[in-house]
């Protein structure tokens, strides 16, 4: 890539991936007229499939490769198509596109101790085409973990006096293990985008934004009966403790 923008906001797959799919696809065009000459065919006669070039209605082909190294030639064919076979793409999201989804947590408090569980937790997402679904699955753990990890215990913490920040070390900043994650069931529904030739949706962030809020809402529903009606993240063990504290006053 001679240029490009970074890795974020899930534009990984969406800006680079298309941009890949319109070099690609610049680069089959170019090569047609050449497989069509090693063929002795003509070039509206010529298809690719599954990376080979083919002449309609016969059992001629040859590989993508074989027709590559033939612009390469020392001589002869390529006075007519030139040496080399090279192609370049970009895409920019315009207009944009936004996956979805539904996240269900169930979580368990201990109202002794004010500790919170995540015992399960469901979810759905659409990001259109699925490109490689064990890529895809480990975004959405990984963004799991980061959300429940803000919902329940991460926190930078700063000394109102000085603005030293307390929680520079992980012996203070509490951070989401293992140990820690629920049972996750995670799902995928293919619903191609219309705003790109591949048909993809974004994952980066499906995780990390769907499931703070859910775990909330699971943790303020279990509370609810008790009296507690907000509660602010991180939802430590001392904040649900002392906010049940709250609600037992008379």
């Not at 499906?206 to 991180?234: C, E, F, K, Q, R």
Request: aromatic residues 6%.
């Amino acid at each position: 890539m001679p240029f490009g923008r970074g890795t974020y906001a899930a534009r990984s797959s969406m800006i680079g991936g298309n941009a890949l799919k319109k070099a690609a696809d610049a680069m089959i065009a170019k090569a047609k007229p050449m497989a069509a000459a090693l063929m002795e065919a003509a070039a509206a006669d010529i298809e690719f499939v599954e990376g080979e070039f083919r002449v309609a209605g016969t059992d001629k082909k040859m590989t993508f490769t074989s027709v590559a190294q033939a612009f390469y030639y020392p001589m002869g064919i390529t006075d007519q198509f030139g040496v080399g076979l090279e192609a370049s793409g970009t895409f920019a999201t315009n207009p944009p596109n936004h996956p979805n989804g539904c996240h269900i947590c169930e979580v368990e408090v201990d109202t002794e101790t004010g500790q919170v569980s995540v015992d399960r937790y469901s979810v759905v997402d659409d990001v259109g085409i699925v490109i490689n679904p064990l890529i895809c699955e480990g975004q959405v753990h990984g963004g799991l973990a980061q959300g429940i990890g803000q919902a329940l215990m991460e926190h930078a913490i700063y000394d109102r006096t000085s603005g030293q920040l307390l929680t520079g070390s992980f012996q203070d900043y509490c951070m989401p293990r293992a140990d820690f994650m629920a049972q996750i069931t995670s799902e995928f529904v293919e619903i191609p985008a219309k705003t790109n030739p591949l048909g993809i949706k974004g994952i980066g962030e499906a995780g990390t934004i769907g499931s703070p809020p859910t775990v909330i809402n699971a943790l303020l529903d279990a509370l609810h009966p008790l009296g507690v009606s907000h509660i602010d993240m991180p939802a430590t063990a001392s904040r649900v403790w002392n906010a049940l504290q709250a609600a037992a006053k008379p």
